[in-house]
């Protein structure tokens, strides 16, 4: 099988916790809804302490095109809108809601809708106003991707299967579990693009998601399942747009040039319940997992809810977490604390019985090249790093530092365990802030 | 505040990989090479091996003591470089050569360079360059089942026929370690399947050293010759074990190309224009040197081209 160039294969660990059925949870207690979860001008809210709100009624506005609105996912009197600790560890500006758990909806909520008697900007709209982001992680608002500069140059509506982070499952299973959804909301995408043919990209380690797709797709002339090699990263745009259409992207171009829109599974999902069930987004999946928790399984679990209520309620840890990270191992964030809401770009909580980073001790670069060897961009980590270390930024760039984007295999790789990628991704944002200042 | 996590920046896994592992792997496949050297070559040849070796290690803990350095001994490099200078001598070499070899290697070549990975040549095969030079007569007075005798090179060029399962198997005079081309493709084949080597520079430079010497030599694309070239003068110990040194070979894909090219060139240059009837030693040093500037033409250009045109 035929594959891109470089990358890595880390310790998988998805077995723990890809066999199980998804597991849902209802929140108890206060609902923290930071307005900041996406990439984008924050949200501004739009309820006042003392207002009561319904589940799936919009509670702060985007305030700007690159931004996403904010639904309650409960019902309840607002009770505070504070900064509140979330993700990264910052204090975001958030709306705090007295679950009243009884989850009484807004009018309209639910309805069935038939997509192809809603025009492109309806569409647009609706995906926009169910505060749809991409919920792989990165938050990028939907519609904006959506509504690209020339779109009748997109030939390619790719949903990203991959799931090439080790540990996480929760795409695989919604593939499994509803399949149906994933296809209808790729193709209300399909609709918005006309002359587009829809690709289900998926890696071979899924087999029994892979038989499925291919069975409901049968029928479907316009869309195809991509069979890709379990690598990481398969899962990052610019190699799942390489590996599905042969065209290569650098950090200058989105995926709209290539002719291509990408969006992975929870995504494409949340755009069938908001189009076609008039459903916003309130809830995700997220794979509790890691060596650490008790019942490693994928949680349905409403947007707001406290973390830590989520993993007791899910069956709580087995032994004493070393690291608890959000995201999957490879590009996660780690967190200090639990005592954060669960947000629309959760996509797992990974809590890991041992520290990978705090047992290993850094020593000198021999040269091996084994990072050369792993960079998906085939870039030159270890000189890259050299010039970092410098502070020497023009060099950085020269080696084509910028178009890194913090994959983590040169680290993963590197025998003398030096932080590559942590440099990296330090540095490019430094120039970046340089660029603006200019 | 006292439930806090570990926190740090992604990735949060690391591989099993470590220098320590990778030098542990390089020893290891040197062991078939080190012992069909000791039974050839007898007991003497197993006292250089555990002098160079001992003073290799002990040379970079007193300069690192000295110099009030954190020692890193522990990764097992000098034990590599000392068992590769020790291949590389005649089982003959008194023990103040042996000495003086490894405090060369690890004193100049490595530790004044900045140590591990900083090092401008292969350090084992400076210090054997360094010893030739200065005792030229110690270091190829050649002796074999107590008979001073002539190595293959050698015999060739004065037209004896070659035997090639001889120069295979490796019972015949030379240095400790390079008389066995089937010990030296053992440990090779260990090391590939370990993935601490690739094919690319070890197979590159003995293709090209064949070629060339089948275009310029005497004897054509004769293949008894040519194998005999790839099986004897240290061609596989070199190519295998030293050329590929981490530290003194391109880590980009063209540079190695390049590299092992160029290594093949001086080499075929050197057996057959040369002063003395091998030249994978000189050949590998020489282009250690030129390895900053072969990295440097050949940064390769990143996925998707973007920023290519920039700089």
């Known amino acids: 099988m035929s594959t891109f160039r470089g990358g890595i294969h880390p310790y998988e660990g998805k077995t723990i916790s890809m066999n199980k059925p998804t597991l849902t949870v209802q929140p108890k207690g206060d609902m923290v809804f930071p307005v900041s979860q996406h990439i984008g001008a924050p949200a501004s809210p739009i309820v006042a302490v003392g207002d009561v709100v319904l589940v799936g009624q919009k509670i702060a506005e985007a305030t700007g095109f690159v931004s996403s609105p904010v639904i309650s996912s409960v019902s309840g009197k607002v009770k505070a809108i504070e900064p509140r600790q979330t993700v990264d560890g910052s204090k975001v500006m958030s709306i705090i809601v007295e679950n009243d758990e009884e989850y009484r909806t807004v009018e309209g909520f639910g309805k069935e809708r038939d997509y192809t008697k809603l025009s492109k900007d309806e569409i647009k709209e609706i995906v926009k106003e169910a505060g749809i982001v991409g919920m792989g992680g990165a938050g990028f608002p939907t519609h904006v991707k959506l509504a690209p500069k020339e779109p009748e140059k997109i030939d390619h509506v790719i949903v990203n299967a991959a799931e090439c982070e080790p540990y996480l499952t929760s795409d695989y299973r919604m593939l499994l579990e509803e399949p149906e959804k994933v296809i209808g909301g790729l193709k209300v995408m399909l609709s918005l693009f006309d002359g587009a043919k829809g690709v289900i990209a998926i890696e071979d380690n899924k087999p029994e998601a892979i038989k499925k797709l291919q069975e409901l797709t049968a029928n479907e002339s316009n869309i195809t399942v991509k069979v890709l090699k379990t690598k990481y990263p398969q899962g990052a745009e610019r190699q799942i747009i390489y590996m599905v259409t042969g065209r290569k992207i650098g950090s200058d171009k989105l995926p709209a040039d290539a002719g291509c829109i990408v969006d992975n599974v929870d995504t494409v999902i949340g755009i069938y319940n908001a189009v076609c069930l008039s459903t916003p987004l309130i809830r995700r999946i997220i794979t509790l997992t890691g060596e650490a928790v008790r019942e490693p399984v994928n949680v349905n679990v409403r947007i707001g809810m406290h973390y830590a209520e989520m993993v007791k309620q899910a069956g709580g840890f087995g032994v004493d977490p070393k690291k608890i990270i959000s995201g999957g191992p490879m590009m996660g964030k780690a967190l200090s604390t639990l005592d954060i809401p669960v947000t629309k770009t959760s996509s797992s909580l990974l809590a890991l019985a041992k520290d990978d980073v705090a047992d290993s001790k850094e020593t000198a670069c021999i040269r091996c090249g084994r990072c050369v060897a792993a960079c998906p961009m085939q870039l030159v980590p270890t000189k890259m790093a050299a010039a970092c270390r410098k502070g020497d930024k023009a060099t950085f760039e020269k080696l084509h530092g910028m178009e890194c984007y913090g994959c983590g295999s040169c680290t993963y790789v590197c025998p003398a365990k030096k932080q590559l990628t942590q440099l990296f991704v330090r540095t490019r944002s430094e120039i970046l802030a340089d660029r603006k200042k200019k | ?311």
């Not at chain 2, 350090?123 to 005792?135: D, E, G």
């Not at chain 2, 993935?195 to 293709?207: L, S």
């Not at chain 2, 092992?260 to 224009?273: D, E, K, N, Y």
């Open chain 2, 1 to 311: 505040m006292s439930n806090l996590y570990n926190v740090s920046a992604s990735p949060h896994v690391r591989s099993k990989a470590s220098t320590t592992k990778i030098m542990l792997d390089v020893i290891i496949a040197l062991l078939p090479a080190a012992g069909f050297g000791i039974y050839n070559f007898g007991l003497s040849a197993a006292l250089v091996i555990l002098i160079t070796v001992a003073t290799c290690v002990c040379t970079e803990f007193c300069y690192e003591k000295l110099m009030k350095l954190p020692v890193t001994i522990g990764d097992l490099s000098a034990v590599v470089t000392g068992l590769l200078l020790a291949l590389n001598l005649p089982a003959s070499a008194p023990w103040w050569m042996c000495v003086l070899g490894g405090v060369f290697a690890i004193l100049v070549v490595k530790m004044l360079f900045g140590g591990i990975g900083q090092n401008f040549m292969n350090p084992a095969l400076a210090a054997r360059c360094f010893l030739m030079i200065s005792f030229a007569g110690r270091m190829t007075a050649w002796v074999y089942d107590g008979v001073s005798a002539a190595t293959p090179m050698a015999k060739l060029r004065s037209g004896a026929t070659p035997e090639l399962l001889t120069y295979f198997i490796g019972n015949y005079a030379g240095t400790i370690g390079e008389t066995s081309a089937l010990c030296l493709l053992i440990g090779a084949c260990y090391l590939l399947i370990k993935k601490v080597i690739t094919w690319k520079i070890p197979v590159i430079y003995v293709a090209t050293t064949v070629i060339f010497i089948g275009i310029f030599g005497r004897f054509g694309f004769d293949a008894k010759y040519l194998l005999s070239e790839v099986l004897t003068g240290g061609l596989l110990i070199g190519a295998f074990f030293m050329a590929n040194d981490y530290t003194t070979s391109p880590i980009t894909a063209w540079g190695q190309v390049i590299y092992a090219v160029l290594l093949g060139v001086l080499t075929g240059i050197f057996r057959l224009w040369g002063a003395t009837t091998e030249g994978v030693s000189y050949a590998i040093i020489i282009s250690n040197l030129l390895v900053p500037l072969i990295e440097k033409v050949t940064i390769p250009a990143p996925f998707g081209k973007a920023g290519a045109k920039k700089a």
